[in-house]
């Protein structure tokens, strides 16, 4: 283990905002998870783990707990008929894992690219883009059970996977597995269908996957902040989900609303909701909504206070709702806050 007394969250976030950790420690292998955790439970500390920090807000006061980062990343293709399985180490970045998979002709993750953080992080939130998600072609992984002090496996299923979530956010699981490792199943395939319509306006309906993979990447450049760039954890709130009945309803309430379908459902657009309630490029303190996206809150000025961020999306979120009548929820998960 590397154990460090003097980082800050801000020091390893991309919206560069947190306080002091009073534990950091980065592990190498599987040994070095239980070895860590051993370590935090042996002196009653609670634990965080993070990988490149790009899916959370942490609060400016101390955290008195443990933070452990995996470096493990490696990558195995092991080929299975007509399809690959796909292996991949937590601490891997996960636009590494896309990039390989496209080079080698895989098919099912290049509307995934340039998605920021690490494998590890992927399918507690369900990371997805461009009409896909990592649960379309999730197989299993592999995590150490803190409670337990023991390795165990989780199928597709017993992950429970939703919209920008899994069971691994329910309270009741947060926090409580280390993801060592995930499984994919891919194609082999070097032509896609392309499904989302701004996409299939770059590329078609069909096209290589390294096209794919290059519109996504540059459309991301075009529309989101650079986090190193500007402090930001990417989109903050999650599209809400209504169904047929409610989705008539807001249409005839408010004529212009985007919603997309997703499944038997519907997704309503909270950039939309956002930008027309007014917030785009507003800001509270030195935080703010982006200018070139609204779901996106940003740092600022670089120094923003977490508090500032927070306080701004709480402010959208009750106008939001005083305006559309829709609640909106944070995609971002808010890290020592005693909100």
């Not at 005839?252 to 985007?258: L, N, T």
């Not at 829709?326 to 995609?331: A, N, W």
């Amino acid at each position: 283990m590397n154990i460090s007394e003097e980082k800050k969250f801000k020091d390893i976030t991309t919206f560069r905002v947190g306080g002091k950790i009073k534990y950091f420690i980065e592990v190498k292998d599987e040994e070095g998870v239980a070895e860590a955790i051993h370590f935090a439970k042996k002196n009653s500390l609670p634990i965080f783990m993070v990988g490149e920090g790009s899916d959370f807000l942490a609060e400016d006061n101390m955290y008195e707990g443990v933070v452990i980062k995996y470096l493990g990343d490696s990558l195995e293709f092991t080929p299975e008929g007509s399809k690959v399985l796909v292996t991949a180490e937590s601490g891997l970045k996960w636009d590494k894992l896309v990039e390989e998979t496209v080079k080698n002709e895989l098919q099912g993750l290049e509307c995934l690219s340039g998605i920021p953080g690490t494998v590890g992080g992927a399918p507690i939130q369900n990371i997805g883009a461009y009409g896909q998600e990592i649960s379309d072609t999730f197989y299993s992984l592999k995590a150490y059970d803190i409670e337990n002090e023991k390795y165990k496996s989780f199928s597709k299923d017993e992950c429970e996977f939703g919209y920008r979530d899994s069971i691994f956010k329910n309270e009741k699981f947060w926090q409580k597995y280390f993801i060592l490792q995930i499984t994919l199943v891919l194609n082999k395939n070097k032509i896609a269908k392309v499904n989302y319509d701004s996409l299939k306006a770059i590329v078609g309906e069909e096209a290589e996957l390294s096209e794919i993979r290059q519109a996504v990447l540059k459309t991301r450049q075009d529309k989101l902040e650079d986090p190193k760039k500007v402090g930001n954890a990417g989109s903050f709130f999650k599209n809400p989900i209504v169904d047929v009945q409610k989705k008539e309803n807001l249409e005839k309430m408010f004529p212009g609303i985007k919603t997309f379908p997703y499944g038997d459902k519907f997704k309503v657009s909270a950039a939309w909701l956002i930008e027309m309630a007014g917030w785009k490029g507003k800001g509270f303190g030195e935080a703010a909504v982006s200018p070139k996206h609204s779901l996106i809150l940003i740092n600022k000025t670089g120094s923003a206070p977490a508090n500032d961020i927070y306080t701004l999306s709480e402010m959208i979120v009750n106008d939001v709702f005083e305006k559309y009548g829709i609640k909106l929820e944070k995609e971002v998960q808010l890290i020592n806050f005693s909100k």
